[in-house]
Structures are given as C-alpha cells and as structure tokens.
Nanobody, 117 residues
Framework: QVQLVESGGGLVQPGGSLRLSCAAS????????MGWYRQAPGKQRDLVAR???????NYADSVKGRFIISRDNAKNTVYLQMNSLKPEDTAVYYC???????????WGQGTQVTVSS
C-alpha cells in the first residue's frame, strides 16, 4: 500500500495562492491515478481534482480555471496549484492514490487550508 504525505497548507488571504504537494512512497507511482479531495467542517469529502497515470485531468466545477493539478513521476509527487483562493476553499485537503480497479485507494493525513482576511 502506498504511503502519502501532504504538505503546503496554511493560512492565505482571499485572492492569494498556495501550492500543495503530496509525496508518495513506492516504485510504481506512475501507475496510480492521483486525486486531491477536500472536506470542510460538517461536510462530506469531495473530489477537487484528479490526474491519471497518463496525465489526463478533471476538476470540480467550483475550482475550474483556478486550480491546476500536476504530477512529477520522477519525484513520486503530485501537486495542486491553487490560485484566486476564496473563503469557501477553506477545508482539509487530502491526497488519494488509486491503482486501476481499486475502489478506495490510499489516503494521506490531510493538510489544512484556510482562506481568510
């Protein structure tokens, strides 16, 4: 099972930017579909962005045009560049890794993102 460690969260003002990173263990990182999810207090965990092993991406409507997901297979790392941040982006952000056919995959411990003035 892959181990995931997120970093890069913090406090940022509305309109600001942050870049989250998720470092994965193991030697088959390129086979994983990687996803960023977020969970605000009292709400369910929702998909923010996803990138396949081949580099295909998809985004939640609420972040399209503001967030960019990317991966560096040589570094076993996936990134989430978050721009034009809004207070409603405040949440704990989780990294997820799934092999083809897996239902749930592996999760990181999460990193807090707070957007506030």
């Amino acid at each position: 099972q892959v181990q995931l460690v997120e970093s890069g969260g913090g406090l940022v003002q509305p309109g600001g930017s942050l870049r989250l990173s998720c470092a994965a263990s193991g030697s088959i990182f390129s086979l994983y579909a990687m996803g960023w999810y977020r969970q605000a207090p009292g709400k369910q965990r929702d998909l923010v962005a996803r990138i396949t092993g081949g580099g295909g991406t998809n985004y939640a409507d609420s972040v399209k045009g503001r967030f960019i997901i990317s991966r560096d297979n040589a570094k076993n790392t996936v990134y989430l560049q978050m721009n034009s941040l809004k207070p409603e982006d405040t949440a704990v952000y989780y990294c997820n890794a799934k092999l083809p056919g897996e239902l749930f995959g592996s999760w990181g411990q999460g990193t807090q993102v707070t957007v506030s003035s």
